[in-house]
């Protein structure tokens, strides 16, 4: 568990993400969020539009994230995101993406997420949350890893940010069986192990790209009412009330919400640290993997920043990807 002193911010539960970019001047920053075009995304983009970053809203939806950008620029005086078509379940968008991106980037932020209500695979059998929320933004990751070195170089770091949740509290990796083709399938367990999948990501990123000026932390944005509840069954809801109930979270606003990935962003703490999981705009704690979440639903567990797990995460990973 941690034994260092967490790294800090000035920033709390209730700042919101237009508070933290105060003063900050994003001209000349090349931003692409995924996920861009609802919730969190929609926020983050718009608040790094606001200060100045040019902005790609990665989507799987472009009609929706048309409308988005448009809604940005009337707020933004006419700075207006750009709008790319991006699958995260579909490896030949992602490619597609990569191919076309052309210069530098600063940031990558890893928004976008699906929670299913069921088992549900993408054409090469994975599981569909899975292969969503890390595989997609993993082999995203690895494509653009050139063009962020490249913007690491000219705006002395690049960052990528890896957005989880407390849900990762609920499963580490299981190695044996990723994609559900023995045990019985629970779709939270499911959702749990690709946010743990998310930060493991982060810390492996970093130990292998700090050397090239990349650092990738992870967020839990806490409670937002977001799209991403639109597929919960009976059950799924009645976890989510229940845990609202025990005091496992409080619901913040959408720009509250995105207040913590923007800090990873921009925030001076953590331009050259990574392999963080931050939670109401600090690092936070670690707990052990049998500590209960209604108990701490501010940590982080062990499995989730395990050095061991995510070498061997990104080792697979990889090899998943060349199939």
């Given at each position: 568990?941690?034994?260092?002193?967490?790294?800090?911010t000035?920033f709390?539960?209730?700042?919101?993400a237009?508070e933290?970019?105060?003063?900050?001047?994003?001209?000349g920053?090349?931003?692409i969020?995924?996920g861009?075009s609802s919730g969190?995304?929609t926020?983050?983009?718009?608040?790094?539009t606001s200060?100045?970053?040019?902005v790609?809203?990665?989507?799987r939806?472009?009609?929706?994230?048309?409308?988005?950008s448009?809604?940005?620029a009337k707020?933004?005086?006419?700075?207006?995101?750009r709008?790319v078509?991006?699958?995260?379940?579909?490896?030949?968008?992602?490619a597609r993406?990569v191919d076309?991106w052309?210069?530098?980037?600063?940031?990558?932020?890893n928004n976008?997420?699906?929670?299913?209500g069921?088992?549900?695979?993408?054409?090469?059998g994975?599981?569909?949350?899975?292969?969503?929320?890390?595989?997609g933004h993993f082999?995203?990751?690895i494509?653009?890893?050139?063009?962020l070195?490249?913007?690491?170089?000219?705006r002395?770091g690049?960052?990528?940010?890896?957005?989880?949740?407390?849900?990762?509290?609920?499963?580490?990796?299981?190695?044996?069986d990723?994609?559900f083709?023995r045990?019985s399938?629970?779709p939270?367990?499911?959702y749990?192990?690709?946010?743990?999948a998310?930060?493991?990501?982060?810390?492996?990123?970093?130990?292998l790209?700090?050397?090239?000026?990349i650092?990738?932390?992870?967020?839990n944005?806490?409670?937002?009412?977001?799209?991403?509840?639109?597929?919960?069954t009976?059950q799924?809801?009645?976890?989510?009330?229940?845990?609202e109930?025990a005091?496992?979270?409080?619901?913040?606003?959408?720009?509250?919400?995105?207040a913590?990935s923007i800090?990873?962003?921009?925030?001076?703490?953590?331009?050259h640290?990574?392999?963080?999981?931050?939670?109401?705009s600090?690092?936070?704690?670690t707990v052990?993997?049998?500590?209960?979440l209604?108990?701490?639903?501010?940590?982080?567990?062990?499995?989730?920043?395990?050095?061991?797990?995510?070498k061997?995460?990104?080792?697979?990973s990889?090899?998943?990807?060349?199939v």
């Open positions: 568990m941690t034994t260092r002193k967490l790294i800090s000035r709390t539960s209730s700042s919101t237009d933290v970019l105060r003063g900050v001047d994003l001209t920053v090349r931003a969020v995924t861009g969190i995304g926020e983050t983009a718009r608040a790094l200060a100045g970053a040019e790609t809203l990665a989507v939806n472009t009609a929706a994230g048309d409308a988005v448009d809604t940005i707020s933004t005086g006419g700075i207006r995101p709008v078509r991006l699958d995260l379940a579909d490896r030949t968008t992602v993406f076309a052309n210069g530098p980037l600063h940031l990558l932020i976008a997420g699906v929670v299913t069921g088992l549900e695979r993408t054409c090469e994975w599981e569909l949350q899975f292969a969503t929320n890390h595989l082999a995203l990751a494509g653009l890893h050139d063009a070195a490249r913007g690491a170089i000219d002395d690049a960052r990528i940010v890896s957005v989880s949740s407390t849900a990762h509290m609920r499963s580490g990796i299981d190695f044996d990723l994609h083709e045990r399938y629970d939270q367990i499911a749990a192990q690709s946010k743990t998310n930060s493991l990501f982060a810390v492996e990123a970093t130990r790209w700090a050397s090239d000026g650092v990738a932390n992870t967020v944005p806490g409670g937002v009412a977001t799209g991403l509840q639109r597929n919960f009976a799924q809801k009645a976890s989510l009330d229940a845990a109930a005091g496992v979270f409080t619901y913040k606003t959408v720009e509250q919400g995105a913590t800090v990873a962003a921009v925030a001076p703490e953590f331009a640290s990574g392999g963080h999981y931050l939670d109401d600090q690092e936070a704690y052990p993997d049998d500590a209960d209604a108990q701490h639903p501010h940590g982080v567990k062990e499995w989730a920043l395990d050095p061991a797990a995510a061997r995460l990104w080792t697979v990889t090899d998943l990807l060349r």
